[in-house]
């Protein structure tokens, strides 16, 4: 069988074996895999959409595409102008809400 | 803010999408169908990917977006999909992971192609197998149904019959108004059912088919065998009121025949409007469907009152374990509507001052129409039984308009019960409604499709015939209490606002009208409406435009 010796060798992310898996990854894993990161997010979109924060969103959205003009707008930026406005936004009662259902978790999951 | 714009359209793919499906077709489609996880609530989303935390192939990232290579498989975060597109030469199109939409490497943004929101929608569909009858919530059992289509419309907007009877001016009429306005003498605590005359005297379907003969009052004679007809008496009432005779009018053979087939409404006593117009409906339904075999093979009820004011309403009740959605239809001659008491109060977005000017807690009309249509959770209590998990599980229910009538009566329940007193009280606050009204969010293809995100999904048997623009032009009103009050309506005569209490009429502003308390409103369809103006803009119109001026005098 021949191979092409002129073929560039297959990118390889880099494996970085002494690479412990931050607090963060850890976290993030366990909540995954338990199946209680898609009830957070299932909770959070409920709330968001509750106290109005979606709809404010949605015209944050609007106002800006009507700015731009509608063709010269793409998701990724609708992304970058909303995200801090978003984060910034979100009602204090959410925040706690989800925070007390993280530490719930993160007791129970025993890290 | 354009208006123009369909409920779905297909936008152009980008060279890159369009290049991709040159060369793979839906074959990528059709792989990644295996790879999708649907929710219940209509979410979609990639996985069973080799690991459960995909990760960023240049940068190991997991945070943010994450795009699945619709070629390679290689995931990908915002920032590196245009590296891996640089990388890899045509590997241009790819998935968000979390949401299951298309997006353009090279274009960096999001991209729409129906053929791929067609296998996202028919994952979702897959899973009910033990629906044998294939899936209600694609198809349409009832496409069959032969819809209230365009050829209906033009028979009822034949005006040349009552073009005749405009043309030829009554020289007794003491003014130039519009013709059919008249006053309708309170008989006794009648005021619900003058007002509902008013609005049904020039309901344009309604009043043409009256006007242009569409009751055969000779044929009926022979027929009917108790000489009591509800349609025949509301064919005087309209030769009455459109004779020109500006003096008002006694609708008594008419009570008299609707106490007859209301018995248990038949007294002095006040009564409910809509109530009434339920009852004069489906008295006309009665007679007209007796006299002749007036109904089509599907079941479309022939009658004038059907005719005008029945539309479709399909509700949806979906099994929050499986996903799996039963539909039905429901015939309907109006929509009753809750009011929107607005759950928005400014304080709850975050340290946010509150907006002397926002209309945050004003109820109207769309909202009651959102509250109609939005999901709603049924409680544990009102589990209902899914045919697929074979047993009762929380549901939630949606309600949509799945055709729409030629007039729309719109009732605002203004009452509230409550249990726990065992008492009953008007609601009296303040409802905004528009003049023109656009049902096009509350149809079923809208509700239906919204609930599935942002897909481009064709709608089996969607209604592209019948328009969704309406124009009101009557509205009853009420003022007092749930036992003692008065109706009065609102009606709109090219573009002009006549107020009919009882006997006497006057040209009022719109101001008034928009202050007024709405109870039941009537819509019709915009184009049905612009011809009825045409027929009354023969007459000129009132030279003077005083407000308040009568044109009846007292009884």
New interface residues.
Partial sequence: MRTSINRPPT?V??EDEDHQPTLQ?II??KL??SGEKERLK?LLRERLI????RD?MKALCRAFARKKGRNNV???DL?QVITPKGRA?????VKAELLQRIRTFLASASI | MSTGNPSYTNPKPCKHLADYKLRHGLSGYRSLQKLLKTTPNGRTSVEKLDTKIPRCNSCNGFQGRLYFCLICSSVSCSDHTLLHSQSENGHDVAVDIERAELYCCVCCDQVYDPDFDKAVMSKHFMGSPRNKNGDESIGERLVKRRRLGSSVVEELVDLRKSKQLVSMRDRRAKSCYPFGLRGLTNLGSTCFMNSVLQALLHAPPFRNYFLSEGHNREACRKRSVNRLCLPCDIDDIFSAVFSGDRAPYSPAQFLYSWWQHSSNLASYQQQDAHEFFISVLDGIHEKESKSSNRNRDNGDCLCIAHKVFSGLLRSDVTCMTCGFTSTTYDPCVDISLDLDTNNLSPKNTANKPIKPNENSSMSTLLGCLDLFTRQEKLGSDQKLYCRNCQERRDSVKQMSIRRLPLVLCLHIKRFEHSPVRRMSRKIDRYLHFPFSLDMTPYLSSSIVRNRFGNRIFAFEGEESDISTEFEIFAVVTHAGTLESGHYVTYLRLSNQWYKCDDAWITEVDEGMVRASQCYVMFYVQKTLYHKANEDLSCLPISPRRDTFLPIAGCC
Avoid: F, K, L, R
Wanted: net charge negative; charged share 35%.
């Fill in positions: 990118p992310a880099e990854e993030n894993i995954i895999e299932e509750e106290c109005g924060w404010e793409t998701v990724d992304v936004s979100v009602p204090d009662s």
